[in-house]
């Protein structure tokens, strides 16, 4: 059950997350013939997970050292609060549409290498150390990106409290990353409701602080 849940989670957070991919592939190849703009948006993000699969990997072991998954939790915490509140498409701002095939593919690997630490905390938050999760996590991922993005993005447009379903899955992988800290997890091992209250405070936290922060933009808006 912990495998599923764990699979369940890096699956919402992909999905979520594909918008942030969908719109750097989209940028970078929309002045493509449109007989490249298919190769493009497939080999590039081929190049763009080969990127983050390393990457992950790379924080897979970070997370291993004492307090940088407490570190990692409570960064994790905030991107999912800038996820809700309206920060990502910042980003995407100096993203120019490239000329060529190879310009398109540089653009979108190195984008996403950038612009990925979501996705690449989230997934290793979730995958808690288990190498084979993060396999799955990128198998699921490419077929998101390149076919499932555009209708993802117009969901999300559609219905936005979708958003926030996977603002509670990172939040609530956060506050896993931060009590599975050994420190923290000592202290907590004979106070479960202590440990409960951790998650839920987390969760309701980013939820509630990026509804406000929504709602008095709406109000000056």
Do not use: C
Request: hydrophobic share 60%; glycine share 10%; no cysteine.
């Amino acid at each position: 059950m912990d495998f599923l849940s764990a699979l369940a989670a890096i699956v919402i957070i992909d999905l979520v997350l594909a918008g942030d991919n969908a719109l750097v592939i989209a940028l970078a190849a929309r002045n493509l013939p449109k007989q490249l703009q298919r190769r493009a948006i497939v080999w590039g993000t081929v190049g763009a997970i080969t990127v983050r699969a390393t990457l992950t990997v790379g924080v897979l072991w970070l997370l291993a050292i004492p307090g940088l998954s407490l570190a990692g939790g409570a960064l994790l915490a905030w991107i999912a609060y800038r996820l809700l509140a309206g920060d990502q498409q910042r980003k995407h701002q100096g993203i120019k549409p490239a000329a060529g095939f190879w310009a398109a593919m540089r653009t979108i690997v190195v984008a996403d290498a950038v612009m990925g630490l979501d996705n690449v905390l989230g997934v290793a938050g979730a995958a808690h150390g288990d190498a084979l999760l993060v396999a799955l996590g990128l198998v699921i991922s490419i077929p998101i990106v390149v076919w499932g993005s555009t209708l993802i993005l117009h969901w999300l447009e559609r219905f936005p409290a979708l958003l926030y379903v996977g603002g509670a899955v990172l939040a609530w992988t956060a506050a896993k990353m931060i009590v599975s800290e050994p420190v923290v997890a000592q202290t907590l091992a004979h106070q479960p409701l202590l440990r409960l209250a951790i998650y839920v405070a987390l969760i309701a936290g980013v939820l509630g602080a990026a509804a406000l922060r929504n709602l008095r933009a709406a109000t000056a808006d």
